[in-house]
């Protein structure tokens, strides 16, 4: 069954649609990551204009990510005191992203740099992670992630000042290194083009050393305003949020985030992260691919609008 | 050299009396409104092309027909060129156009190059080689490949299309064509040209417009995007939080 999208100028399948939206809620509820860098390739290759692809799929991201939160809430396992942090910082971070993308754009080659982090960064987390978890999951049982040592991290966090208690995530830690990771995930998702939840969850787990199980839930709560925000941004300068496309998305989406959380439940702290750290490698893969394998077609067009 | 000298005169002559043909051109539908349901459609252009004394052409009198239909809505395309350096392939080269047409059909009687010469079917723009775009203001020309992959994108994009005996004659004076405009046709006014053409020359010409419209909720919405950004974005984030509340409190109802 067809419908026609009014900004995307063109019809699309509304179970396929509607089933892709499902599979990145999931992907959300489960492992707190807002699923963009999924989606976006993903509407593009079914021949979505790309300013329509990026705006839109942040749209399902604010109802995924606000489906998922609230089963989370309700168990608990949301930080607020540490997402206002990191949101904070974040914030900070993407006014300083913004600079940083216009210089890079002046220069040429803004995306090689950006296909070229993603890898490098995409890369060595999900290696790490699945490096970690896969001795976690070897040694059988240790529930707690965030418990282990690592090389770096523990004691020089503890030394800060500005000593802050969070709660839920049972840290007593300066409130300096996640308002950092905030002004770095900022950075990032502005440079490229991306919620930042699939570097922002291995940074709590390793970094901060939250509880996997609120690591998930406090994710989803910063990415709904990142995501709100990013929405409203493609409105005002592009006009390319599709409401049409975003519906469908959302319809899959929010059903999609409430089977992720339950399922993510289910799962063992040191298996989901092996999972997830899996899900980040392919992408890492996908990316490196498009990098190396001749292009099918060397020319690729950029239709900067109407005159 | 006399020869040459009166046939060249009998040229001219016969082109002199073309020109007071008479060309009548419709299309079957002037207006055609995209709703949720839209998948394409398909329009027929016909026409009938008379002498000077109002009569139709005899069966003996070989005309050409072109038929273009083109969206005078301009585009600004930028090309880039992917070039492998060490193990990793990344853009290099790269060429701005400007007025780059988001949709063009042609059809005509035969293939173009035995209807005219080159130069003509340059000035009118007749085929996807001679379409007249150029480098946007400021950037400098370059190879022809870049103009020839906007044109190949658009071709697999269903965008462009040119069909060389496309156009057929029912009698000697009446003929038409079908042209398929496609689900992702621009919405916006199409620009309909009918050009016939005697012994490699234009003859007459009719210029007509087709109207594409978004209709119902598409056009509501697209329009409250376009002069309401800011009350559309928040409209789009505000429902989307409340259909995932929504998910949430049926979900937990559940169980």
Redesign the interface.
Known sequence: M???L??A???VNIFLIAGLGAAVGFLSGMFGVGGGFILTPFLMFI?IPPPVAVATQS??I???????V??HW?KGNVDIKMGAVLLGGGLTGSLLGIQLFNALKAAG?V??FIALSYVIFLGSIGGLMFYESLQAVRAGGSNVGGTRREPGGHYWVHGWPLKMRFQRSKLYISAIPPALLGVLIGVLSVVMGVGGGFILVPAMIYLLRMPTAVVVGTSLFQI?FVA?FS??????TN?S?D??L?LLL??GG??G??FGVRYGERLRSDWMRLCLAGLILLICLRLAAD?????A??????????? | MRLAAVFALAVLLTAGFARAEDLAAGISRDKIE??????GTDVVVFGAIENEEGEALPATEMRDVVVVIRSD????????????VG?????RDMQ?F??VP?FYFLSSTRPLKDIARADLLSQYELGLDRLAFGPAPGAVGGPK??RQ??V??KQT?TLYSQHEGGVSFLSGSLFRTTVRLP??V??GNLKVQVFVFAGGDVTSTNTMTLYID?SG???S??EL??DQ??V??????VL??L??????VV??ERG
Do not use: C
């Open positions: 067809e419908i026609y009014p900004i100028e063109m019809p021949g749209t399902q604010v109802a995924s990510s606000v489906s998922g609230l089963t309700r080659q995306d090689l709904i709100a929405t409203l941004l493609h409105a005002i006009h949020v409401a049409i975003a959302i319809a929010v059903i985030a409430q990098l190396v394998f001749t292009p077609d060397p020319f690729n067009l950029l239709v900067e609008g109407v005159e | 995209i709703t949720s349901s839209f998948s809505k301009p585009y600004t395309i930028t090309v880039r060129k992917k070039e492998r193990p990793i392939w990344i853009n701005r400007a007025g988001g490949e870049f992959a906007i190949r994108h994009a689900p992702n621009p919405a978004k909720i598409e056009r919405l697209s995007a376009l950004p800011f559309y974005g928040l409209l789009a984030v989307s939080a259909a995932g509340l929504a998910a949430y979900f937990r």
